[in-house]
Structure formats: structure tokens, C-alpha cells
């Protein structure tokens, strides 16, 4: 089992619509959950971050974690065209010291 | 927010060449820096720590003597691909976290790196 997994989409939805995306890990020690943004050749654009279960929300953007089922959403309300790019899930175990260990990215379209 | 840069954003080099890619934290300070590799189609992989004032940590499988660090203060690193090979074509991104502000890592543009 990976230690991360992901669907790679690519996940086409219409202009306006509810995206949900989401990722399954399995390492115990991941503690910092997080959800970046990835246009392509850019570098990874941080859209959110939190360590508890539970949701936490930013305009339209909404993190969900459940830790008990090692399971992370990012929801995207209102959808734009301008959210077209890779969305990658990301973990963090320990203080900040070590680097992050990121799923493979759903490469999102949004339809005008 | 916390801004990364990094240069150059795109080389060409011939094979057997070397290549540095700067990677500079410019309104905080970062005594640790990540550098990651990511192939196309593909996720973010950690290729090593690098820490200012000590020696960078590895990942395992990369080749430290290929994949030079350097440290040299706190709001700089390099990573010095030696002796580049075709193979080692690939889109590199350095990555630091501005304590300050919170956990989020922060990116920087990235460095495309295409050997001939």
C-alpha cells in the first residue's frame, strides 16, 4: 500500500459546480495536513493547512480531515475556470524540520 | 505572505555539465530548506535537507555527490546538479517554511532542467 494515494483525475466539472477532492494516506505519523495548488511548470501555491480533524474553512475552500479514517478532502465552492491546475494533497509528521510527502496531484478542469 | 525565490527558472545544459539553482527565502529566514524532484505526470518527491551550517540530509536513493548542497546562510541555498546526465531532466523545486507565519511550506517557482 502507498503511502499516499490520490487520483490522478483528470476530473472535469462545469463552471459553478462543487468539486470535491480527496486523498487516503496510511502513515500514523503524519500530523500537518495540507492542500496545494499546482499550475503547470509553477511551483506548488498553498491553499490550506491544519492539524485537527474536523473542517476548516477559507472563502470558497473548505479542508476536511478524519484522521480515524486516514482520509483528507478539499472542497471547492463556486468553481471558476481559473481553478484549472493540479491539486496535490501534502503531509507533515514532526515539528517543521522535515520535508512533506505529497500525493501524485487530480488534475482539475473546470468548464466554462 | 512568505515569498521563495528561485533561478533560474528554466536551463539547458549540455551533458557532463554542471548546473546550480539558487533558492532564496526573502522576507524571513529559513535554517532549513527541501529540495524536491517531480517528473512529469508525477507528484513532488523529497530529494534532501538542507540545513544551514551543516550538511544536508539526503533522501534515500539520491546520490549525494551527484546532488550538491550548500547552505550558506539563512536565506540562501544551491543545489549544484554535477556531471548532468539526460536523466537528470526533470523539474527541480526548492520548498522553506517561514516559522513565523505558521506551518505552511512555501514554494518556490520552480527550475526546469533540460539536459542535451
Known amino acids: 500500500q502507498k503511502e499516499v494515494e490520490q487520483d490522478p483525475g483528470p476530473l472535469s466539472v462545469p463552471e459553478g459546480a462543487i468539486v470535491s477532492l480527496n486523498c487516503t494516506y496510511s502513515?500514523?505519523?503524519?500530523?500537518?495536513f495540507m492542500w496545494y495548488r499546482q499550475y503547470s511548470r509553477k511551483g506548488p501555491e498553498l491553499l490550506m493547512y491544519?492539524?485537527?480533524?474536523g473542517n476548516k474553512e477559507d472563502g470558497r475552500f473548505t479542508a476536511q480531515v478524519d484522521k480515524s479514517s486516514k482520509y483528507i478532502s478539499l472542497f471547492i465552492r463556486d468553481s471558476q475556470p481559473s481553478d484549472s491546475a493540479t491539486y496535490l494533497c501534502?503531509?507533515?509528521?514532526?515539528?517543521?524540520?522535515?520535508?512533506?510527502?505529497f500525493g501524485k496531484g487530480t488534475h482539475l478542469i473546470i468548464q466554462p | 505572505g512568505a515569498v521563495v525565490s528561485q533561478h533560474p527558472s528554466r536551463v539547458i545544459c549540455k551533458s557532463g555539465t554542471s548546473v546550480k539553482i539558487e533558492c532564496r527565502s526573502l522576507?524571513?529566514?529559513?535554517?532549513?530548506m527541501f529540495w524536491y524532484r517531480q517528473f512529469p505526470k508525477q507528484s513532488l518527491m523529497l530529494m534532501a535537507t538542507?540545513?544551514?551550517?551543516?550538511?544536508?540530509?539526503?533522501e534515500q536513493g539520491v546520490e549525494k555527490d551527484k546532488f550538491l548542497i550548500n547552505h550558506a546562510s539563512l536565506t540562501l541555498s544551491t543545489l549544484t546538479v554535477t556531471s548532468a546526465h539526460p536523466e537528470d531532466s526533470s523539474f527541480y523545486i526548492c520548498?522553506?517554511?517561514?516559522?513565523?507565519?505558521?506551518?505552511?511550506?512555501?514554494f518556490g517557482s520552480g527550475t526546469r532542467l533540460t539536459v542535451v
Open positions: 502513515n500514523s505519523a503524519f500530523q500537518y
Open positions: 520548498s522553506a517554511r517561514d516559522i513565523a507565519r505558521g506551518y505552511g511550506y512555501t
Open positions: 501534502a503531509f507533515g509528521s514532526g515539528g517543521g524540520a522535515d520535508g512533506l510527502t
Open positions: 522576507d524571513f529566514q529559513a535554517t532549513t
Open positions: 491544519t492539524y485537527s480533524s
Open positions: 538542507s540545513n544551514e551550517g551543516s550538511k544536508a540530509t539526503y
